[in-house]
């Protein structure tokens, strides 16, 4: 029996790994958005881990561990489950926005 | 000499690899349309297995770039230049800050290449993964071609955001 098959049997598709990936990537976004924005106000300063990179090196390492570790929590949670996928991409769009808007540069200056 | 060892690294970072990952991101996005049937039957495991492959590529690319990119090219770009030197050509960043003209390729273009390629990165991820571990239905299940889709999308349309704006930065400033 190949995938396809496995796919059309049951009717609830186990979809919960794919939406532990996605729901993580927005996780990530907005955990970079926040890292930047907590530094841009003097809120919080991730730390150099490569002084030639400066803080960069260290927003993106933690916002790559955000990422990581939301997505292992979520996949150990949701991966024999059927997910909605309207809320979870809904929730994703939203986070990524979050991130991306926190990591533009002309938002700085309201902060 | 034609191109500096530096160049040529600048070269790899947004050429090989942000170029690469970018046409394979389209190729991705193209071949989701394309192989994907509009009668519901099957697709054949090697279609399925192509489009996994091409996003993995795509991603492990991607991810070269954006490590590379901090930790190769970032640094020579904000290198401080000693005091007194006559000529900031070999430093980019003390360059573009140094003209009013040319500070927002700082204080904006650079900005945003330091950090939205990695929000790019997890995205292109999440598709690679969702084409591995659901190759036998991504092609032909509507939710999860509209769900990678719009990953794909937002992924090229940050990723190509972020190469322009190295184009404008690599024009004024480039790292020789």
Known sequence: MNNETDRLSFPEFQNGAAMAAVLAAGIGALAMGLLVIANEAGLFTAPSLYAKAGGLSGRSTFAVFAWLASWGILHMVWRDRAIGTGRVLGLTAMLVALGLIMTFPPVWGLF | ?176
């Not at chain 2, 049937?37 to 795509?58: C, E, H």
């Open chain 2, 1 to 176: 000499m034609l191109f500096s060892d530096r160049s040529l690294l600048t070269m790899l970072h947004g050429l090989v690899l942000s170029g690469g990952s970018l046409m394979l991101l389209f190729t991705a996005l193209y071949s989701l349309r394309a192989l994907s049937p509009n009668d519901g039957t099957a697709v054949s495991a090697s279609q399925s297995n192509t489009f996994a492959w091409l996003t993995a590529a795509a991603a492990v690319l991607l991810w070269m770039s954006v490590i590379s990119g901090t930790y190769v090219i970032f640094p020579l770009y904000r290198a401080s230049p000693p005091e007194g030197i006559a000529s900031l050509i070999d430093f980019p960043r003390a360059l573009l800050v140094s003209r009013a003209d040319t500070r927002w390729l700082h204080s904006f273009a650079m900005e945003v290449k330091e950090h939205m390629p990695w929000i790019a990165a997890m995205l292109a991820t999440a598709v690679a993964f969702i084409a591995r571990r659901h190759r036998g239905t991504v092609l032909a299940d509507a939710e999860l071609r509209r769900i990678t889709g719009w990953l794909l999308a937002i992924a090229i349309a940050l990723v190509s955001l972020v190469a322009l704006l190295g184009v404008f930065v690599n024009k004024v400033a480039p790292v020789w």
